[in-house]
């Protein structure tokens, strides 16, 4: 692994897969937290739109992404705040049509063949300069919102009802971290594809939280299991020529399922005493 950071790709990929892990420990600790993974899920989907959109129109497919990521992400707050009984089907239409509109103007786009697995599973090795600055500057951005609003998202996220009732503005804090989900996916789709931004967004987290006593712990945890993910992940793609973005989701799923395996063990160990 040491030797192959000599090449820049390698050196991309290893940087943009800490960049990704940073904003997945902060912003996947709030989705979990939450529990917003659907919507989550919905805005990963619905950011394929983006993509095709952007390559019809030649321009950066991130910056697309993140234009009908954010547009998604809104829609669908106002969907699960005015009709709550019906939100998860919404969501799924909007999940499906925002693939659908990539796909269309992908296949319109004039003498270009986009490469649909890429952004479906990843491409963590062809992540060019540019994304690398583009997630620097994510990062500082969901930092910031972070630290500034964190009392309030605190509180929004372990009691909405006391939140509303002393004044927190639950409805803007609400939607502006769909609008920070929409710019993490928009880096995770870089590194493990849209199909498995969810496990990437949200495991770190689950294991994270079992181990945490505060929402500030639990987000820095998150973000150093995530660079231990990606990075173990990335060093096994490497190693033995596998797709980098399914092996780092296989990592940080084989340590989930062994820390749901010892909390099960220790669970049953406690029933037998």
């Given at each position: 692994?040491?030797?192959?950071?000599?090449?820049d790709?390698?050196?991309?990929?290893?940087?943009?897969?800490?960049?990704v892990?940073?904003?997945?420990?902060?912003?996947?600790?709030?989705?979990?937290?939450n529990?917003i993974?659907?919507i989550s899920?919905?805005i990963?989907h619905a950011a394929?739109?983006?993509?095709g959109?952007?390559?019809?129109?030649?321009?950066p497919?991130?910056?697309?992404?993140?234009?009908?990521?954010?547009?998604?992400?809104?829609?669908?707050?106002?969907?699960?705040?005015?009709n709550?009984?019906?939100?998860?089907?919404?969501?799924?239409?909007?999940?499906a049509?925002?693939?659908?509109i990539g796909?269309?103007?992908?296949?319109?786009?004039?003498?270009?063949?986009?490469?649909?697995?890429s952004?479906l599973?990843?491409?963590?090795l062809?992540?060019?300069?540019?994304?690398?600055?583009?997630?620097?500057?994510?990062?500082i951005?969901?930092?910031?919102?972070?630290?500034?609003?964190?009392?309030?998202?605190?509180?929004?996220?372990?009691?909405?009802?006391?939140?509303?009732t002393?004044?927190i503005?639950?409805k803007?804090?609400?939607?502006?971290?769909?609008g920070m989900?929409?710019l993490?996916?928009?880096?995770?789709?870089?590194?493990?594809?849209?199909?498995?931004?969810?496990?990437?967004?949200?495991?770190p987290?689950?294991?994270?939280?079992?181990?945490?006593?505060?929402?500030?712990?639990?987000?820095?945890?998150?973000?150093?299991?995530?660079?231990?993910f990606?990075?173990?992940?990335l060093?096994?793609?490497?190693?033995?020529?596998?797709?980098?973005g399914?092996?780092?989701?296989?990592?940080?799923?084989?340590?989930?399922?062994?820390?749901?395996?010892?909390d099960?063990?220790?669970?049953?160990?406690?029933?037998?005493?």
């Amino acid at each position: 692994m040491l030797a192959a950071l000599q090449f820049d790709f390698m050196q991309n990929a290893l940087l943009s897969g800490i960049l990704v892990s940073v904003a997945c420990g902060i912003v996947g600790t709030l989705v979990v937290v939450n529990r917003i993974v659907f919507i989550s899920g919905g805005i990963a989907h619905a950011a394929y739109g983006g993509i095709g959109l952007a390559f019809y129109l030649g321009v950066p497919p991130s910056f697309g992404a993140a234009f009908f990521s954010v547009f998604s992400s809104m829609v669908m707050g106002v969907v699960s705040l005015k009709n709550k009984e019906r939100a998860d089907t919404i969501i799924g239409v909007i999940w499906a049509i925002g693939m659908a509109i990539g796909i269309i103007l992908i296949d319109l786009t004039p003498g270009y063949n986009v490469d649909l697995m890429s952004y479906l599973f990843g491409s963590i090795l062809s992540v060019p300069d540019r994304d690398i600055w583009f997630m620097l500057f994510l990062d500082i951005l969901i930092f910031l919102l972070v630290w500034f609003f964190y009392k309030e998202l605190l509180a929004m996220s372990y009691d909405e009802e006391f939140s509303f009732t002393v004044g927190i503005p639950i409805k803007f804090l609400y939607f502006t971290l769909l609008g920070m989900i929409a710019l993490s996916v928009v880096m995770i789709i870089q590194v493990v594809g849209l199909i498995m931004v969810i496990a990437l967004l949200t495991i770190p987290p689950f294991i994270a939280e079992k181990y945490t006593l505060s929402l500030a712990k639990m987000m820095i945890l998150s973000s150093l299991l995530g660079i231990l993910f990606t990075t173990t992940g990335l060093w096994l793609s490497y190693t033995y020529n596998l797709t980098s973005g399914a092996t780092i989701i296989m990592v940080a799923g084989c340590v989930f399922f062994i820390s749901f395996g010892m909390d099960f063990f220790k669970g049953y160990l406690r029933r037998d005493i």
